[in-house]
């Protein structure tokens, strides 16, 4: 429980004192949450437009093999295969991560639990910054002689050990130190969020009054930390393997290539579970908001979510069924794959339940929230084929597994940070986006979004393989009927990029000339909407906010408003 | 069981690419269960998501209901459909434990075996000759090309020179890593004649794109006269077999670990 008084949570730097502030301190080197946020939030959106682009090259280059890309030249197979591998590194470490967890974490966590800043703020700057510095090495890694890692993001040895066989002698260990310091990175970062939001919350707000985006970031910290030391260590041996010539993953040594596997999967599948915990508390505060509702079973989503991350370190071997692992032990990663299920669906009903008898209106933030239930659905039911280990030897490293996980990760990554950004925005700079836009950005993406990936579950099942530069090389993949679905998917996505210019422009156009919000624009319920919009250093002023109720007290019956913000005090003292 | 049950299936997948290998049928069936189990709870979850989106959409001087969701009738609409999900995941977890038994772990009495060895970025096949016994003088070495008879059974021992690879036949539906330092075995029985890919699909470096090879299913006698054709290892064909075999010493048959 929050004992500790708000004031004395503070950090060494006095918010106290209003100085004028250099830009360098204010902007660069802040130890505020929200600038942190935001350099999270603006390095994560940089970070996509890399990976976006190194999407669009790679699709074109599938839709129109041999020929000539606008805006990069000819692509060779050994150029492909990195775009693949750092498309995918790029999407899920630098963007997912970051603008989720990080960006939303640091903006949202204080403003909504009611406290000045994060405990420890200068553990916080310091994340960032390492942060940063792996972003920059990752993007060095492309320019050094052999080229960027190429190996798959999933990193298998002995192909990512040793030079020999991946022919990027120097991009394969700047890309595993890369993907090493941003691990650092968040587990600063989620030192933060954990324990900032169990001893700084603002006077009143217990255990079950915490908003379910909090909750959601600390499960999915907890997560991280608890999934993350199999793959530090495994990096390691990894890097050893690579510079120092030892031998953890070769088998002529004495080593286990599988070894890897696991160890990776270990921390991935949990990983999923991580970035996929916030896009839902998301998606909770934007439908609650929109559906004027309470949440519907707010102590069954918290302890599911809390059941799904501890059954998420039992299924990490579904990645590996035909990988030579014990044929038998995939019984047991069956069945708890197939089990996961059930929490999944639970969260996802209770989400639907709240929209039933709601008042919903169609904002854009709420149209990307329910597009994430929609979409996500998909995502998430394509996932019971590839859990069951029997149809999996079919499917498995096919486009059906790639069209699955882009169903579950674009709406997590792009759907949902959407969803937040248009949400948010008026707490972050003061101002609204520009709603008509906003649904033609809305549109736009959802239709294009579904464009790119339905032809490809049907390629999947086709039997078409993944990380294949030409298709045309296999005669039963070279069919017209199947270059015309790549053709088609590919146009999607170029086309869901260019509306992506709308949302830029939209962006940087509000952030100067939006219509002015307020403190208050969507009448919510939760702490951060009673500060000023942006909050000032310090978020909340001289007195820091006390809660009397929930997060998600609307539509209460025999109140004339229809939101009951959880600082108000109750009729009983104000009368 | 699953040719009985598969004429009560769409047969989504025999739609997109033939079924050439015996077990090919029962991951068939599987992926049908799964599709119309799972496409009846998607179908129906969505559908109701779009009516209460349009039902409750917001109107003006209507106002929201106040439900908290914590009370026990109120918690039912979520428990029931869950315990309908567990009862189609055990629905599905349980022909999946037989598919998986009889494509994975059970390996046949073979009629004939077949040894496959992975390299960047080849494939070596490894026939038995007109004794049909792998090992022998008269073994048959190809590079890129495997040929087997149809209505055989065949058992493959797997292995990889280099990087992990992924020995995947899709008309087979079967799929393999080859893991370096280990032989890993498995069998086939195919069924139908014809010609087919073979990919790689592991990720096992620059020119993991074109590691492809054929695969040629051929009756009795056409595979006799392509035996016929080709020279035995012991008479100057096993220049493709010692090709970067020295690298590799004592290999323990692993039999069945995965």
């Known amino acids: 429980m929050a004992e500790v008084a708000p004031a004395e949570v503070g950090h060494g730097d006095t918010h106290d004192d209003h100085h004028e502030e250099s830009f360098w301190s204010k902007y660069v080197f802040s130890t505020d949450h929200k600038i942190i946020g935001f350099q999270y939030m603006f390095t994560g959106m940089a970070m996509a437009l890399i990976g976006g682009y190194f999407a669009y090259v790679f699709r074109m280059q599938l839709a129109f093999p041999g020929s000539s890309i606008p805006f990069w030249g000819t692509l060779s197979p050994a150029a492909y295969n990195s775009l693949v591998t750092n498309h995918g590194t790029i999407m899920i470490f630098w963007v997912a991560m970051p603008v989720l967890i990080a960006a939303m974490g640091n903006f949202c966590i204080p403003l909504m639990i009611g406290c000045d800043d994060m405990v420890f703020p200068r553990v916080n700057r310091l994340s960032y910054q390492i942060f940063l510095l792996s972003a920059i090495v990752l993007i060095i890694s492309f320019f050094v002689p052999g080229g960027g890692f190429g190996g798959a993001w999933t990193a298998y040895p002995p192909l990512s050990a040793k030079a020999a066989y991946n022919s990027t002698p120097f991009g394969a260990p700047l890309w595993l130190i890369a993907v090493t310091l941003e691990i650092v990175a968040f587990l600063l970062g989620g030192i933060n969020f954990i324990t900032t939001t169990m001893n700084a919350r603002a006077k009143g707000m217990k255990i079950y009054d915490i908003p379910m985006l909090v909750w959601m970031i600390v499960i999915a910290s907890i997560l991280f930390m608890c999934s993350v030391g199999p793959l530090i260590a495994g990096a390691v041996m990894l890097l050893f393997d690579q510079t120092l010539g030892t031998s953890f993953f070769d088998a002529a040594a004495g080593g286990d290539p599988v070894l890897w596997q696991h160890l990776f999967w270990f921390f991935g599948h949990p990983e999923v579970y991580v970035v996929l915990l916030p896009a839902m508390g998301i998606v909770a505060e934007v439908v609650c908001v929109f559906a004027r509702k309470k949440l519907f079973a707010y102590k069954l989503i918290l302890y599911s979510t809390i059941g799904l991350g501890i059954l998420s370190f039992f299924v990490w071997a579904h990645h590996q069924f035909i990988s030579g692992v014990d044929p038998r032990a995939t019984y047991l990663f069956t069945t708890t794959t197939l089990l996961i299920s059930i929490p999944v669906a639970i969260i996802l009903f209770a989400f639907i339940a709240t929209l039933y008898g709601g008042s919903i209106r169609f904002s854009t933030a709420m149209l990307f929230a329910l597009a994430f239930i929609a979409e996500f659905l998909l995502g998430g039911v394509t996932g019971i084929w590839l859990g069951s280990s029997g149809v999996d030897i079919y499917l498995h490293d096919t486009y059906f597994v790639l069209a699955h996980f882009h169903y579950t990760f674009v709406p997590i990554a792009i759907i949902a940070v959407f969803a937040a950004v248009y949400h948010w925005f008026p707490k972050m700079f003061g101002r609204k986006m520009n709603e008509t836009w906003g649904k033609i950005h809305f549109w736009g993406t959802i239709i294009s979004f579904n464009g790119i990936f339905i032809p490809l579950f049907i390629l999947g099942s086709a039997g078409q393989h993944r990380r294949i530069y030409n298709f045309q090389n296999y005669p039963d993949l070279a069919g017209q009927n199947m270059q015309d679905m790549r053709v088609f998917a590919t146009m999607c996505l170029v086309l869901m990029l260019a509306f992506q210019v709308i949302f830029i422009v939209n962006f940087i156009v509000s952030l100067k000339r939006g219509e002015k919000a307020g403190r208050n624009p969507w009448n919510a319920t939760t702490l951060e909407w009673i500060t000023e919009s942006p909050p000032p250093h310090g978020n909340f002023g001289t007195t820091m906010p006390e809660v009397y109720r929930g997060p998600y007290e609307y539509s209460v019956e025999g109140r004339e408003k229809d939101f009951w913000p959880q600082n108000e005090k109750p009729d009983s003292e104000t009368t | ?258």
């Open chain 2, 1 to 258: 069981m699953f040719e009985f049950l598969d004429k009560f299936m769409p047969g989504i997948l025999e739609s997109l690419i033939p079924r050439a290998s015996e077990f090919a049928i029962e991951i068939d069936v599987l992926f049908d269960v799964i599709t119309i189990l799972v496409g009846f709870w998607f179908v129906l979850v969505l559908g109701y998501f779009f009516y209460l989106v349009f039902r409750y959409r917001h109107r003006e001087g209507q106002k929201a209901k106040y439900v908290t969701g914590e009370t026990h009738r109120q918690k039912q609409a979520i428990e029931i459909p869950h315990f309908l999900i567990l009862a189609c995941d055990i629905v599905i977890i349980i022909p999946t434990f037989v598919v998986w038994y009889n494509v994975k772990i059970e390996v046949p009495p073979p009629d004939e075996e077949v040894r496959i060895v992975a390299q960047q970025w080849a494939w070596t096949f490894y026939h038995a000759g007109e004794d049909e016994i792998l090992g022998t003088d008269d073994d048959i070495v190809s590079i890129n090309e495997l040929h087997v008879k149809e209505n055989t059974q065949y058992t493959y021992h797997l292995e990889s020179r280099d990087v992990m690879h992924s020995f995947s036949v899709p008309v087979f539906r079967l799929k393999q890593d080859a893991v370096p330092g280990r032989v890993i075995t498995g069998h086939f029985k195919p069924i139908l004649t014809g010609e087919w890919d073979i990919q790689c699909a592991e990720m096992c470096g620059v020119a993991h794109g074109i590691m492809g090879a054929r695969i040629f299913i051929k009756n009795e006698a056409e595979h006799k006269e392509w035996l016929a054709m080709n020279t035995p290892i012991d008479l100057g064909g096993s220049f493709l077999a010692v090709a970067g075999e020295d690298e590799i010493t004592e290999l323990k048959e692993d039999k069945n670990n995965g």
